[in-house]
């Protein structure tokens, strides 16, 4: 991920709803022990029944009816599909000197629902037209836009837009060099 890429994962407002009856502010991720769990399961140190959750391995999407062809489609009109997409993993990716967006998502072999649909956009494009884009997907989807951090908004402008005030992306390029100081106090969030 380039650093002026801001990140969104992309959650069925239901399942939200249906897992905490609310739509909470924020949902925990921790990306520590996420790293750790994946390197005890690759060392085969994992017993069966040892499974690791958070937020971005929830299963928001099973209880949702959206067909994966329909949402393929829908983005497949707003950047082009990546070379490297196969059937349960569909990239789009479309890359310049000026603008780098991408999306992903992935299909569950045993369900053929959604696991995961994840976005990053621009920050330098002119208009943010892939972001918006797909804010607007999202609200006519009834879904959630959750950022690296775990905050979890609704699909409107403004509320997106505060997200990336406090982004990491949006710090390095209001001012670069102020943003690569700042790495040595400061660990990036």
Avoid at 112 to 119: M, Q
Wanted: avoid cysteine; glycine fraction near 4%.
């Amino acid at each position: 991920m380039a650093i002026y890429q801001f990140q969104m994962t992309v959650i069925p407002k239901k399942g939200v709803l249906e897992k905490y009856g609310r739509i909470p502010e924020k949902l925990k991720i921790n990306y520590e022990e996420r790293k750790r769990h994946f390197n005890l399961k690759q060392e085969g140190l994992l017993d069966e029944d040892d499974h690791f959750e958070d937020a971005l391995t929830q299963d928001w999407w099973s209880s949702t009816n959206i067909l994966p062809i329909e949402i393929i489609h829908q983005i497949d009109k707003k950047v082009k599909r990546a070379h490297y997409s196969k059937d349960t993993h569909i990239s789009w990716k479309f890359y310049s000197q000026e603008v780098d967006n991408d999306a992903y998502m992935l299909v569950s072999e045993e369900t053929g629902k959604i696991e995961e649909l994840v976005f990053r956009a621009d920050l330098r494009e002119v208009k943010w037209t892939f972001l918006r884009e797909m804010i607007e997907l999202a609200a006519t989807y009834d879904w959630l836009l959750m950022d690296v951090k775990g905050n979890l908004v609704f699909p409107k402008r403004k509320e997106v837009g505060k997200l990336i005030k406090k982004s990491n992306s949006h710090k390095f390029l209001i001012d670069p060099m102020k943003f690569l100081k700042e790495l040595d106090d400061n660990p990036i969030e």
